[in-house]
C-alpha cells in the first residue's frame, strides 16, 4: 500500500494515526476512475465512499430541463460521501469524474463503523466538512456574482490545487457544464486570459503560464476556500 499510488496521496488518509488507517488499510480498494465514470447518481443509495488520489470528481446537480453546474468538486484533498457521514444515505447531486486518474473506495458501512468510534477519523471528517460546505457556498456566490472570466479563473485555480502540473486536458464544453454557463462565454473568457498570456489554449488542453496573473484575475472566492482549507486542514498533507 506503501507505493507512489498508494492510499497515503490522499490527504485525508495520510493525515490518520497508524492505529486508525491500519484498521481501514485492507479494506480499501484502489480503484480506476477513467474521465467521464459517474460515481454517483442522484438519489442513489451510496454504497461507498472515495477517497481520490489522482482522479478529480465534479459533483453537479442536474435540473429537470437537463442543465447542469458544479456545485463543488472533490480532489486528493478529501473525501466523496459526505452525505453519508450526516446522516443520509443518498444525495442530491451526480457524481463524475472531471479529471481521469485513481482513488480508492471503502464500503459505506465500514466508514460509518469508523466514524461512529468518535476519534480522530470522526474529527478530520468533520473538520472536512466544514470547509466543503464553505466550497459549495461560496461557488453559488460566485455563480450569481462573478463575470464569467473570473469563474473561470478561479474553477482553473482549484483544479491546478489537485493536480501536480499546470496542464489541463479539457474541453471548452466540459468547463461550460462544470461552471453552468454558454460556452460562447467560456471560449470568449479562455481567448482574453489567452491574450493576456495567463494561459495557453488549443483544443481540449489548457496549460497555466502565469498563476499569480491568474490569481489576479479571480474573485475573491478562490481564496476564501483557500483560506478556510488552511485554517482548518492545515496540518493535513499527503505523504
Avoid at 59 to 76: D, F, Q
Wanted: aromatic share 6%; proline share 5%; with cysteine.
Amino acid at each position: 500500500m506503501d507505493n507512489p499510488q498508494g492510499p497515503h496521496q490522499n490527504y485525508l488518509l495520510a493525515a490518520l494515526p497508524p492505529a486508525e488507517f491500519e484498521r481501514i488499510a485492507p479494506h480499501l480498494e484502489l480503484i480506476p476512475m477513467p474521465l467521464g465514470e459517474v460515481l454517483y447518481e442522484s438519489g442513489g443509495q451510496l454504497q461507498h465512499v472515495y477517497f481520490p488520489t489522482t482522479a478529480i470528481v465534479s459533483l453537479h446537480y442536474v435540473t429537470e430541463s437537463g442543465a447542469s453546474a458544479e456545485v463543488a468538486g472533490v480532489g486528493n484533498e478529501g473525501l466523496l460521501g459526505i452525505s453519508l457521514l450526516m446522516g443520509g444515505n443518498s444525495t442530491p447531486n451526480r457524481a463524475t469524474v472531471q479529471t481521469g486518474g485513481q482513488g480508492y473506495r471503502l464500503k459505506a458501512w465500514l466508514m460509518m463503523e469508523e466514524f461512529n468510534r468518535a476519534g480522530p477519523m470522526m474529527r478530520l471528517l468533520l473538520r472536512y466538512t466544514q470547509v466543503f460546505i464553505t466550497q459549495i457556498s461560496q461557488t453559488a456566490v460566485c455563480n450569481r456574482h462573478h463575470s464569467v472570466e473570473q469563474q473561470l479563473s478561479r474553477w482553473l485555480l482549484s483544479t491546478l490545487d489537485r493536480l501536480s502540473s499546470n496542464d489541463l486536458t479539457m474541453t471548452q464544453e466540459l468547463i461550460a457544464s462544470m461552471i453552468g454557463v454558454r460556452r460562447e462565454g467560456i471560449t470568449e473568457a479562455a481567448g482574453h486570459l489567452q491574450q493576456k498570456g495567463v494561459i495557453s489554449y488549443r483544443r481540449g488542453h489548457i496549460t497555466v503560464l502565469n498563476r499569480s496573473g491568474l490569481e489576479s484575475r479571480a474573485c475573491e472566492c478562490y481564496g476564501v476556500v483557500k483560506k478556510e482549507r488552511e485554517r482548518l486542514l492545515g496540518d493535513v498533507r499527503p505523504r
